[in-house]
């Protein structure tokens, strides 16, 4: 289990908290302990000091005598902006490279340090890239908003300035809350259903949001509503590509589908905004030389 990927690791952890061995954390946030003392001083101080100053800065804990509450939590995704293996996107002209991008490297569980690893290799070679298109073609074939479009964006900024309406921060703490619940490390088709219902309300909320600090320098109040907006577009994303997919994968497990389905699911998902709302579509895996095979441990 030491060496087991994260998503094996994590689904251990909730299941001894789901079934109630675990302690309990402030607002249900339970927890389990991990325990390093057998390691000794030298071991820890030598191998693990960042752990152990983190754990005396921000929680007080010395692992060297205690043992470590812990949790899963959300840390990095796998999917991202569709790009090719240089990074460039379907938009004329714009290219994406690290954790925003996409370029298929991770699959449906991405190993530990292969986040730095991306954001090196491919922010030198779309660096490149987009470096070289700009030098052999300019800035040709670029197009710049019309003024009516952005005429109609302040707009619809400055409208978020009203009087009275939702409160953006509440609405995030809300969409927090609910990911956590719903689209954790364990999911459930009827789970997420009802996850999903509660994002696109949130998501009507936000069409009232209030931004009550007025000022139009660096107004961070703006900026989190901006933000909480964004990040309500993305759980929709999310959530919806999760409860369409009736497997498990990686880090995406359901209770109700609890295995991999390479016949029906080795595919990526893809979702567009249209006019209606997302469109969700699917492009084949493309596999050169190994074939995924069933992970034992």
């Known amino acids: ?13 909730m299941t001894e908290i789901l079934e109630g061995r675990g302690f309990p954390g402030p607002k249900g946030l339970d927890y389990v302990h991990l325990d390093l003392t057998h390691l000794g001083v030298k071991e820890i101080n030598s191998k693990l000091p960042l752990v152990r100053e983190v754990c005396l800065k921000f929680s007080g804990i010395d692992p060297i005598e205690e043992p470590i509450p812990i949790r899963p939590a959300a840390h990095y995704p796998m999917g991202g902006v569709k790009v090719n293996l240089k990074g460039r996107t379907e938009v004329p002209n714009l290219w994406a490279a690290g954790e925003v991008a996409n370029v298929s490297v991770h699959g449906a569980n991405r190993l530990g340090t292969n986040s730095t690893a ?3 290799v491919w ?31 302040e707009e619809e900024i400055f409208s978020l300035f009203r009087e009275r309406g939702e409160d953006p921060y509440l609405i995030r703490k809300e969409l927090g809350e609910l990911m956590d619940k719903y689209f954790h490390v364990i999911r459930s088709g009827e789970g997420m259903r009802e996850g999903l219902k509660r994002i696109r309300s949130l998501i009507e909320s936000s069409k009232e ?6 000022s139009k320098e660096y107004n961070t109040d703006l900026i989190y509503a901006l933000e909480t907006r964004n990040l309500l577009e993305v759980a929709e994303v999310i959530a919806l590509s999760a409860l369409r997919r009736e497997e498990s ?10 295995n991999r389905d ?34 034992r441990y």
């Open 209 to 214: 949001i209030q931004v009550q600090d007025s």
């Open 249 to 258: 994968r990686g880090s995406h497990y359901r209770v109700d589908y609890p």
């Open 1 to 13: 289990m030491e060496l087991a990927p994260r998503d094996v690791v994590s689904r251990a952890e």
């Open 123 to 153: 922010g030198r070679i779309t660096g490149e890239e987009a470096a070289l298109y700009l030098m052999r073609n300019g800035v040709k074939g670029t197009s710049s908003p019309s003024k009516e479009d952005l005429l109609g964006r």
């Open 262 to 295: 390479d016949e029906n699911w080795l595919k990526h998902t893809l979702v567009r905004k249209g006019p209606r709302g997302l469109e969700i579509s699917y492009e084949p895996v493309r596999i050169k030389i190994w074939k995924p095979v069933e992970r």
């Open 118 to 120: 991306e954001c090196l």
